[in-house]
Every structure is written in structure tokens, then in C-alpha cells.
């Protein structure tokens, strides 16, 4: 876990959001390898082992994080490269960072030898993708553990409508997101393109607030 992006992190638990409280026991070159999260809200403490923080709740921790039906088959996803994703997901310099679920964890090793490119973070990554510098992890439920907006792009391995409107609820105005073209386009994004494989959309700035005008007399 890059320790720049503790600060975009949230406790999943439905209240306001806070920032969380880091104790590290072992951090490699600005990564925590070891340690856990706080919630100075709830009390919530959120495990970090082996770089990735465990954002599933209570029980859950023992179950998969999403059902297999609501992910889109690895296979339907291969036809988009690293390179390809770099394009949708509109990545054309090293700022923020790009939040990455599920199978497209797979891309991640290839989309860091890809210059420049941001922080990655890896939401339920893949067994076998190992957490190095530039990547970060974390396990969760539907819910993405990230402030509102805090993300620059991300890409959707499901087809879950929490999990995707959350997606939404982190990408920042104007972000990028990537979802099977199985997925439903959630409220507050804008489709920009679409294969048989992906839809790629933008997110929509949320409408401003109604301004009382007041007229002067006399």
C-alpha cells in the first residue's frame, strides 16, 4: 500500500467520511508492507498484510468478494491490452491514481512499465499478482473504500450495480471508467465509446446547486 494513498481511503461502514488512521509495522520504500487502518468514527480497524489492506467486514472476510456472476469471464476481457486500457482509460501522464478491480489486475505489471503512468490500486486483486512499487491492493465488498471523487479512472471488472455505482461515486469529474459491456451505464456517466468486450464513459460533473437570486428595490 503506497502511503500517499492513505489519504484517499474510507471506512466502508455508512457514515460520514473521515479520514483513516495509519499504524505501519513495516514499510518498504514508501510502501506499507504491514500494519492497519482506523476509523476515528467507528473504531473499524482494517488489517494490512503483505501490502494489501482487508476492507471486508466482520464474516465476510472468509468469502469471496464478489460473486463469480456478477464478473465479467477473464476471457471477454483479453482482447484489451495493457496499451489499449492505457487509451480508455485516457492515462497520458503520471498524475492521481488509477483504481483497478478485479481481473483487470492482470494488467497491472504491464501497465507500469507503460511512461508515465500513475499509481495503481488494485481492488481484489488476482492471487497471483504481487503487490511491487507503483501498485497498491485492497480486498472490499461492493463498496469502493475511497473518498468521493478521489480517483482518476477506474476500471470495472463487474457487472454488480453497487460495485459500479460506487465506481462512479470515486471517480473524480471527468475520470474515466471501464466496464464490461454487459454492465448496465450507471447514472452519472456519459458512454464515450463501446466494443463487444468494454463500454468506456465519462463521469458527468455532479449539477450544481440552485443560486436564490435577490432583487434590489429602489
Do not use: K, N
Amino acid at each position: 500500500m503506497f502511503i500517499e494513498l492513505v489519504d484517499a481511503l474510507r471506512c466502508p461502514h455508512p457514515h460520514e467520511e473521515s479520514w483513516l488512521v495509519l499504524a505501519a509495522t513495516r514499510i518498504d520504500v514508501r510502501h506499507i508492507r504491514e500494519g492497519a487502518l482506523g476509523c476515528p468514527v467507528c473504531r473499524a480497524e482494517y488489517p494490512i498484510r503483505d501490502g494489501i489492506a482487508d476492507f471486508r467486514l466482520g464474516e465476510s472476510r472468509d468469502e469471496p468478494e464478489l460473486a463469480r456472476s456478477d464478473r465479467a469471464q477473464p476471457a471477454s476481457l483479453e482482447e484489451v491490452s495493457a496499451d489499449h486500457l492505457v487509451a480508455l482509460l485516457g492515462l497520458g501522464d503520471a498524475f492521481g491514481f488509477v483504481v483497478l478491480t478485479g481481473e483487470w489486475g492482470t494488467r497491472a505489471p504491464a501497465l507500469l512499465d507503460t511512461s508515465p503512468m500513475p499509481p495503481l490500486l488494485l481492488v481484489d486483486p488476482p492471487d497471483d499478482v504481487a503487490m511491487v512499487p507503483g501498485m497498491s491492493g485492497v480486498r472490499s465488498g461492493a463498496s469502493l473504500p475511497l473518498a468521493a471523487g478521489a480517483a482518476r479512472a477506474v476500471a470495472v471488472d463487474a457487472t454488480d450495480a453497487t460495485r459500479l455505482a460506487s465506481a462512479v461515486h470515486v471517480t473524480r469529474a471527468g475520470g474515466r471508467i471501464v466496464a464490461p459491456a454487459a454492465a448496465a451505464i450507471p447514472a452519472g456517466v456519459r458512454e464515450l465509446a463501446r466494443s463487444a468486450a468494454v463500454w468506456v464513459g465519462e463521469r458527468e460533473a455532479a449539477p450544481s446547486a440552485l443560486v436564490r437570486l435577490h432583487v434590489r428595490r429602489g
